[in-house]
């Protein structure tokens, strides 16, 4: 009698999380024996009928055993089998298609986006708020320097941090002026 598979064990050798295994058992598309466990025949079959979440093909993955070259051209032939063991192919043209259709549609929805600005380049907002956080810094620097004299006329605590409260409130409001002219 065969011995069945956890969901967990199918998962492993398919190559996706137990969930999906156990969404395609209750779903009927896995093939399981009569204890409920998965039969292992069935995974490889239900793997070639599979689609990726997004909706692109399931890459199907050759076997090599099956595979037999020789002479010369056997080294580019090699390296063209890694590459498919690495990378995987298509199961047919129309699945490489509308995975280039769909990879299209995305690619322009992108130039869409950055042309209507919803979306901006992170080097931009890393420079503009750079230069930004540079001149925060640079103004809180200078905050003891500049106002020293009048701090030391404090008498009491209160005092002070009542002068330091209003000077770093002032500064801050300066730099929100300053940002809202330059942005």
């Not at 466990?37 to 069935?42: C, E, I, L, Y």
């Not at 692109?56 to 063991?85: C, F, K, S, W, Y």
């Not at 299209?104 to 929805?109: E, I, N, Y």
Request: aromatic share 2%.
């Amino acid at each position: 009698m065969p011995q069945g598979l956890s969901d967990s064990a199918a998962g492993r050798i398919a190559g996706v999380s137990h969930t999906a295994i156990r969404k395609a058992r209750e779903r009927g598309h896995l093939r399981t024996l009569s204890d409920g466990s998965v039969d292992p025949a069935g995974i490889d079959e239900w793997q070639a009928g599979r689609r990726t979440p997004r909706g692109g093909a399931r890459l199907a993955q050759p076997r090599t055993a099956d595979i037999h070259v020789d002479g010369p051209a056997a080294a580019n032939a090699r390296a063209a089998i890694a590459l498919i063991e690495a990378e995987g192919v298509f199961a047919t043209r129309q699945d490489a298609e509308r995975y280039r259709d769909s990879f299209v549609a995305r690619l322009k929805q992108i130039e869409y986006d950055l042309k209507s600005g919803s979306v901006v380049e992170i080097a931009a907002v890393t420079k503009v708020l750079g230069e930004q956080l540079a001149r925060v810094r640079t103004r809180l620097l200078a905050l003891p320097a500049e106002q020293s004299p009048k701090l030391h006329r404090c008498k009491t605590v209160a005092e002070m941090q009542d002068a330091l409260l209003d000077m770093i409130t002032r500064i801050l409001e300066e730099l929100s002026a300053d940002g809202s002219r330059t942005v």
